[in-house]
């Protein structure tokens, strides 16, 4: 079966760094676009970064761009978000996600705290 296996979480002061890992298991990793996802307490899961499944395109939501990047290892079914400058803002539980056909699939989360 999928699973989504996200790590990296932890406290960091602002202007810190943190490497977030999902590791996948279950589907043929190198066919699907991946995603990582954020939610903040009291507010919505919203859409961070995607990558395509050859690792050529990206895209990110603008308030992380040039501070945030995503990549893939499709050797090891990994997805990375390695995260630069973080700002409190930037607290949250991050996600692993894709979607295969009709359906979603997510990881149990990683908490990210910004503060000094």
């Known amino acids: 079966q999928v699973q989504l296996v996200e790590s990296g979480g932890d406290l960091v002061q602002p202007g810190g760094s943190l490497r977030l890992s999902c590791a996948t298991s279950g589907f043929t990793f190198s066919t699907y676009a991946m995603y990582w996802y954020r939610q903040a307490p009291g507010k919505e899961r919203e859409l961070v970064a995607g990558?395509?499944?050859?690792?050529?395109?990206?895209n990110y939501v603008d308030s992380v761009k040039g501070r945030f990047t995503i990549s893939r290892d499709n050797a090891k079914n990994t997805v990375l978000l390695q995260m630069n400058s973080l700002k409190p803002e930037d607290t949250a539980v991050y996600y692993c996600?894709?979607?295969?056909?009709?359906?979603?699939?997510w990881g149990q989360g990683t908490q990210v705290t910004v503060s000094s």
């Open positions: 990558i395509t499944n050859g690792g050529s395109i990206t």
């Open positions: 996600h894709l979607d295969i056909g009709l359906r979603g699939y």
